[in-house]
């Protein structure tokens, strides 16, 4: 184990923890992606039209899921309110599925076919709503927890290995969705894979929580080594403080931080790039496919690819990349992928074309910007990880979404072509370049900050002081 261990640039008693976290994300990214390719294709089963209005509602229940996890946080501890989040996941999932079950039995049919009904049109708009709230919240909480656990040395090591959990999951369950959608034809297909979805966030509740566990025993032990008699890990669990403060904290934290302005910024312009492509991507699919299990196996398709690509940039490139150029610059590598991408695209609109573009376009933006990111967390207080994290993560982000949205229906209205996309998005994509550089250098500020609070020297004027 220590040699593996020293192969993955990991100190002594990390690797336990990190294979655990690799667990964790593995359950969380293979259950969402269960559930993603069911949402797309309700999405896109009545048209564009209602997509774009899907879009903008699903802003506003961000900001309430969010607000609404503030208020959880400031009531419990961690290893309260991560679990009842997850497990509003699972309740919700049996409703949809519930519904679902129901209008099948009763003689409806899937979204988007000739059969179906009013309930099942209503359930399949309200699980995209929902799923596209939901899903930025479970990964952004995942994260959180990461962030909460590890320092920034250890993320700059850690994270882009932990990554590769969520990763292989996501492989996973693109790869069965794709399979189980070929095979089958069913009224239940979408009633299924959330049942299948709901049984992996039940299993990453219980992985979480002895990865708390783990973590607790692991600062007891080294607390034991130094002498300092600490408490056994089951006083400190039990124990464990409240976040406290207010349920809006968050909003106030992100209004009032520069530099959680400046990541809530760098969010809202990915998220601006990503709608642009999600809404090619989905024009593409839309007039390729006659059926849902077909538009469902497309977008799963989409997905597995792309997992393939984030895994090998994840085994291969990433850990030096962030090592090598700091994590400005490899924040500024998406922006140059996303400029270059819309370029190619412009010129060569076809299935094959998109499907390589959104890999690469992806693999980058999982597999190097989001444990890039996720460092930039590091040196925030419990507080702003549990309350402002999620503001950045899924408000903000929603938000950009719908500028997202508000930009391709300019576009659409306007009758551009793909050419002036392209050529839209190099003032858009030299700016956020210069805010990735940005903020790589206030996060190192953070961190020699810190650094100079705890040294010896500050330590000793403030023990003289009181």
Same mark, same amino acid.
């Given at each position: 184990?220590?040699?593996?261990?020293?192969?993955?640039?990991?100190?002594?008693?990390?690797?336990?923890?990190?294979?655990?976290?690799?667990?964790?994300?593995?359950?969380?990214?293979?259950?969402?992606?269960?559930?993603?390719?069911?949402?797309?294709?309700?999405?896109?089963?009545?048209?564009? *039209?209602?997509?774009?209005?899907?879009?903008?509602?699903?802003?506003?229940?961000?900001?309430?899921?969010?607000?609404?996890?503030?208020?959880?946080?400031?009531?419990?501890?961690?290893?309260?309110?991560?679990?009842?989040?997850?497990?509003?996941?699972?309740?919700?999932?049996?409703?949809?599925?519930?519904?679902?079950?129901?209008?099948?039995?009763?003689?409806?049919?899937?979204?988007?076919?000739?059969?179906?009904?009013?309930?099942?049109?209503?359930?399949?708009?309200?699980?995209?709503?929902?799923?596209?709230?939901?899903?930025?919240?479970?990964?952004?909480?995942?994260?959180?927890?990461?962030?909460?656990?590890?320092?920034?040395?250890?993320?700059?090591?850690?994270?882009?290995?932990?990554?590769?959990?969520?990763?292989?999951?996501?492989?996973?369950?693109?790869?069965?969705?794709?399979?189980?959608?070929?095979?089958?034809?069913?009224?239940?297909?979408?009633?299924?894979?959330?049942?299948?979805?709901?049984?992996?966030?039940?299993?990453?509740?219980?992985?979480?929580?002895?990865?708390?566990?783990?973590?607790?025993?692991?600062?007891?032990?080294?607390?034991?080594?130094?002498?300092?008699?600490?408490?056994?890990?089951?006083?400190?669990?039990?124990?464990?403080?409240?976040?406290?403060?207010?349920?809006?904290?968050?909003?106030?934290?992100?209004?009032?931080?520069?530099?959680?302005?400046?990541?809530?910024?760098?969010?809202?312009?990915?998220?601006?790039?990503?709608?642009?492509?999600?809404?090619?991507?989905?024009?593409?699919?839309?007039?390729?496919?006659?059926?849902?299990?077909?538009?469902?196996?497309?977008?799963?398709?989409?997905?597995?690819?792309?997992?393939?690509?984030?895994?090998?940039?994840?085994?291969?490139?990433?850990?030096?990349?962030?090592?090598?150029?700091?994590?400005?610059?490899?924040?500024?590598?998406?922006?140059?992928?996303?400029?270059?991408?819309?370029?190619?695209?412009?010129?060569?609109?076809?299935?094959?074309?998109?499907?390589?573009?959104?890999?690469?376009?992806?693999?980058?933006?999982?597999?190097?910007?989001?444990?890039?990111?996720?460092?930039?967390?590091?040196?925030?207080?419990?507080?702003?990880?549990?309350?402002?994290?999620?503001?950045? *993560?899924?408000?903000?982000?929603?938000?950009? *979404?719908?500028?997202?949205?508000?930009?391709?229906?300019?576009?659409?209205?306007?009758?551009?072509?793909?050419?002036?996309?392209?050529?839209?998005?190099?003032?858009?994509?030299?700016?956020?370049?210069?805010?990735?550089?940005?903020?790589?250098?206030?996060?190192?500020?953070?961190?020699?900050?810190?650094?100079?609070?705890?040294?010896?020297?500050?330590?000793?004027?403030?023990?003289?002081?009181?």
């Amino acid at each position: 184990m220590d040699r593996v261990a020293r192969l993955l640039n990991m100190k002594r008693g990390e690797l336990s923890l990190a294979l655990l976290a690799v667990v964790f994300n593995f359950c969380v990214l293979c259950g969402y992606y269960f559930l993603r390719p069911v949402r797309d294709a309700m999405g896109v089963s009545s048209g564009m *039209d209602d997509l774009r209005w899907l879009f903008a509602l699903t802003s506003v229940v961000s900001l309430i899921v969010v607000l609404a996890f503030g208020g959880v946080v400031a009531r419990t501890n961690r290893r309260r309110f991560i679990p009842v989040a997850y497990g509003f996941v699972i309740v919700c999932l049996f409703g949809f599925a519930g519904l679902l079950i129901a209008d099948g039995t009763s003689g409806g049919g899937l979204i988007g076919t000739e059969a179906q009904t009013v309930l099942s049109r209503m359930v399949g708009y309200t699980y995209f709503v929902w799923l596209s709230a939901i899903n930025l919240f479970v990964t952004s909480l995942f994260w959180a927890f990461m962030v909460d656990l590890f320092d920034v040395d250890q993320g700059k090591r850690m994270f882009a290995f932990i990554g590769i959990g969520g990763t292989v999951g996501a492989l996973v369950g693109g790869w069965a969705t794709v399979v189980i959608s070929g095979a089958t034809e069913s009224v239940y297909l979408p009633a299924g894979l959330m049942l299948v979805g709901a049984a992996l966030f039940a299993v990453a509740i219980t992985v979480m929580l002895m990865l708390d566990r783990m973590a607790i025993a692991s600062d007891h032990s080294r607390h034991s080594a130094g002498g300092s008699g600490a408490a056994a890990p089951e006083a400190i669990s039990a124990a464990e403080p409240r976040i406290g403060g207010k349920f809006w904290d968050g909003m106030r934290e992100v209004a009032t931080s520069p530099y959680l302005l400046g990541i809530g910024i760098w969010v809202v312009l990915m998220a601006i790039a990503n709608t642009m492509i999600y809404f090619t991507q989905a024009n593409i699919i839309l007039s390729n496919t006659d059926s849902f299990s077909q538009r469902v196996a497309g977008f799963g398709l989409f997905d597995a690819l792309t997992q393939v690509a984030t895994l090998l940039t994840q085994m291969f490139v990433t850990t030096h990349v962030i090592k090598k150029m700091g994590v400005g610059w490899t924040l500024a590598i998406l922006p140059v992928v996303t400029m270059a991408g819309f370029a190619i695209l412009s010129v060569w609109t076809v299935f094959g074309v998109m499907a390589v573009f959104q890999a690469v376009h992806r693999a980058t933006r999982y597999a190097m910007s989001r444990p890039a990111r996720e460092t930039l967390f590091s040196v925030l207080t419990p507080s702003e990880k549990y309350k402002a994290k999620p503001i950045v *993560d899924v408000f903000l982000y929603r938000g950009g *979404d719908l500028a997202g949205v508000g930009v391709d229906g300019l576009f659409a209205a306007l009758g551009l072509t793909l050419g002036w996309v392209a050529a839209a998005t190099v003032p858009l994509a030299g700016g956020w370049a210069l805010l990735s550089r940005g903020l790589g250098r206030a996060q190192q500020q953070k961190v020699r900050e810190a650094d100079a609070r705890h040294s010896p020297a500050a330590s000793a004027k403030s023990s003289v002081l009181r």
